[in-house]
């Protein structure tokens, strides 16, 4: 199905055909660009940015190149093709035919879960609404309007659901989308991680990193579904994700780099030496990696959830990639915890939650690899990145609040609580890492706490003026 541009609002799912969702939709676009504008990244409206826009939703080539001002880029509503024939691959109603329409038993739940994915994009894009003051290369600064803008879009992909097939509550709900704000102590945004402030580029190349890779996780889950629009929305959602888990690791990967490059101009790796050269230690890296990736564990929820156990007993959430699973019903299998009091066995379907942070913590260890590879590489035996355990520096679930060391040792809380500074970034941290945050836009030059990219953008070189401040 072809994208239709000349209309208000670009989409593949005929809006045209539906004139009072046309009208709701054109209703809600005035306040997202108000929103756009206000909460958007700061001061670059004016900006001709070397942007990325969905042509298509096929595989190959979906996108077009080109200079556009932020707030002429073309929000639209865009669905993965249909699959003929789609049946539900998991829980009570497997083997059965997907839903074109929300059953009225499960409407509530599916609208919590289209609020909350639909509430976190738009929050991503509030928190980094001031980065862009402080880019280290336009290269760089593309790439954070590049994520801003399709953050963007992924808010119009929920509110097109809550539009089109929740009515009134629906429509009512995607103003509050609007209304949240990270942040905000009277309305903030629903989920923890996306009320952290991000006001520096270690923290954005670490959120890119991790909390997008929750996203990735999530969407996957949510491509699953028995409600055929959500899983073909969150399909297409998937092939513009993946251009964020890139900036966040080639970015980590970047920092990593220049920092190895500084050590052995140096021949040392103390950190003190290391920060008075305008590089960022090592340690200090790990602290950022601590926090960004403990914080994105409490996104999957609570190890044991009964709304786990529902969502997939019902269809309405999968495990991410279903199909490599042998059991699709998970009635009677049960699974075993890790909890403070050892080692529980619980039923299946209320430990989904769980199941989907193991194979999220898998695949965080990707670019952990990577990134030690180059620390190996550059002769450094003893140096390396780890995750912490999943039991350290918990807000949600049976590890909450507990004090506990990133290799998952209980501890003395007095001791813990003086450890902390030496586990997450520190006041000190944050100041050091804050004072390397200069703007630089000559083209292709870089700040001097990051390496150069391996390559440009869509085949241009590094030097590009990815961004033509006006
Ligand atoms: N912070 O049974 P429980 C992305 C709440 S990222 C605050 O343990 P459940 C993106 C929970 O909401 C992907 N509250 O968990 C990335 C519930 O509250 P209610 C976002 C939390 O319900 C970067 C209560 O605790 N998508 O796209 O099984 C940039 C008990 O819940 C937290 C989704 O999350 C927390 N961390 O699962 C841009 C998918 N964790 O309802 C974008 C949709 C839990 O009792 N959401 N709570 O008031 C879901 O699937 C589920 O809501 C959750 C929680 C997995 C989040
Ligand atoms: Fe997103
Ligand atoms: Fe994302």
Redesign the pocket.
Known sequence: MSINYSEKIPNNVNLANDRALQRALEHWQPHFLDWWREMGPHHFAQADVYLRTAVGVDAQGWASYGAVKMPDYRWGIFLADPVAGRTIGFGDHAGQPVWQQVPGEFRSQFR??IV??GD??PA?VEQQHLLGHTCPSLYDLRNLFQVNVE?GR?LWAMVYLLHAYFGRDGREEAEELLARHSGDTDKPR????FNEPISDWLSFFMFTYF??R??KF??KS?AESAFDPLARTCRFMLTEEAHHMFVGETGVGRVVKRTLEVMKELGSDDPAAIRAAGAIDLPTIQRYLNFWFTSSL?????EV????AS?FANGI?GRPDESQYEDHDCRTASFSLDTPQGREDVPLRNAM?QVMRESYIKDCEIGIKRWNLAIQRAGHEALRLTLPSPRFHRS??VWAGLSVDPSGNAMEPAEHARSLPRWLPSEADRAFVHSLMRRVTEPGKMAAWIAPPDRGINNLPVEYEYVRLQ
């Open positions: 919590r879960l909350t994915q976190t994009e991503s953050e992924h629903i989920l923890g991680t909390t997008d929750d996203g999530q969407l949510l409490d996104l999957f929820g609570s959830s009964s709304n786990a969502s959430k939650n949600i679930g």
